[in-house]
């Protein structure tokens, strides 16, 4: 079984940073694209970024310049700077992968973490 765990979520006020993490558990041998969403109050989710394997990444307008998006192949993990946050970043962040290869040999396409919230506010 695979999971995303994701970490790093809470209060914070306008203008400052927060750093989210996503932890892939279960034995996996790889793992492609994975990205961040997120989905506020009465409103669709949303991609926030993504990052390939191979590091390339890419971002909602909303964000550029703003997130930065990260991850580490050996343990798995990937990583959310936010910098100069504002109440429309307030949303619960989702942790995403694309297709995860296990060492089973069962292959698994779009895992989702549990959400951590991110609220801004003052």
């Known amino acids: 079984q695979v999971q995303l765990v994701e970490s790093g979520g809470g209060l914070v006020q306008p203008g400052g940073s927060l750093r989210l993490s996503c932890r892939a558990s279960g034995s996996i041998r790889r793992l492609s694209t994975m990205a961040w969403y997120r989905q506020a109050p009465g409103k669709q989710r949303e991609l926030v970024a993504s990052?390939?394997?191979?590091?390339?990444?890419n971002y909602a307008d909303s964000v550029k310049g703003r997130f930065t998006i990260s991850r580490d192949n050996a343990p798995i993990a990937e990583y959310l700077q936010m910098n100069s946050l504002t109440p429309e970043d307030t949303a619960v962040y989702y942790c995403y992968a694309d297709e995860v290869w296990h060492y089973t040999g069962h292959f698994y396409r779009e895992v989702w973490g549990q959400g951590t919230l991110v609220t801004v506010s003052s």
């Open positions: 990052i390939t394997s191979d590091g390339r990444t």
